[in-house]
T-cell receptor, first 114, second 114 residues
Framework: GAGVSQSPSNKVTEKGKDVELRCDPI?????LYWYRQSLGQGLEFLIY????????KSGLPSDRFSAERTGGSVSTLTIQRTQQEDSAVYLC????????????FGPGTRLTVT | AQSVTQLGSHVSVSEGALVLLRCNYS??????LFWYVQYPNQGLQLLLK??????LVKGINGFEAEFKKSETSFHLTKPSAHMSDAAEYFC????????????FGTGTSLTVIP
């Protein structure tokens, strides 16, 4: 079946602009995660959605970052007033929903802020 | 709280040699442990996982890992390296009490020398 998809695959934006990154999870997966991967770094947790529960936003680095998940499916990560340090690959993953299940990752969106 | 330490950010092995990638975890409760592989410009793909039961876990592409509670380790091994194994490898931990949050190591880049 279809895996996790993300769009766009690449995004170049000017400093100060807002960007939206989209994630389409695997159908039926109740959990959705966003991570940030900077060059040479591991995965930095950003935010986690589980069903209809309030999202876990504990990893968002600043109030310029926000995310929503509509209808328990598609998610959008928004970065306002982008800064050069926001340049990274943003990965989305979905999961059937419990801690024992693996996450299925999308290919990522490479964001470059100039 | 949970955390993961991957010793060695870069590992080089000769083709045909043993691959050993180290992962140590910290968890206050029984952990769920995962190894993921990331090929260039791709998302992460699950290699194997440990949840309960047999402590020696076999995964795809000939990889295996052994959960050693006394050593808090989950090292990844493969008897004979292949050129196609060159990639970034991530160890991750989760647990029932983490609210389904996953904690990733900083990754180990594996180079296979012909």
């Amino acid at each position: 079946g279809a895996g996790v998809s993300q769009s766009p695959s690449n995004k170049v934006t000017e400093k100060g602009k807002d960007v939206e990154l989209r994630c389409d999870p695997i159908s039926g997966h109740t959990a959705l995660y966003w991570y940030r991967q900077s060059l040479g770094q591991g995965l930095e947790f950003l935010i986690y959605f589980q069903g209809n529960s309030a999202p876990d936003k504990s990893g968002l680095p600043s109030d310029r970052f926000s995310a929503e998940r509509t209808g328990g499916s598609v998610s959008t990560l928004t970065i306002q007033r982008t800064q050069q340090e926001d340049s990274a690959v943003y990965l989305c993953a979905s999961s059937p929903g419990t801690a024992s299940y693996e996450q299925y990752f999308g290919p990522g969106t490479r964001l470059t802020v100039t | 709280a949970q955390s993961v330490t991957q010793l060695g950010s870069h590992v080089s092995v000769s083709e045909g040699a043993l691959v050993l990638l180290r992962c140590n975890y910290s968890s206050s409760v029984p952990p769920y442990l995962f190894w993921y592989v990331q090929y260039p410009n791709q998302g992460l793909q699950l290699l194997l996982k440990y949840t309960t039961g047999a402590t020696l876990v076999k995964g795809i592409n000939g990889f295996e890992a052994e959960f050693k509670k006394s050593e808090t380790s989950f090292h990844l091994t493969k008897p004979s390296a292949h050129m196609s194994d060159a990639a970034e490898y991530f160890c991750a931990v989760s647990a029932r009490n983490t609210g389904n949050q996953f904690y990733f190591g900083t990754g180990t880049s594996l180079t296979v020398i012909p």
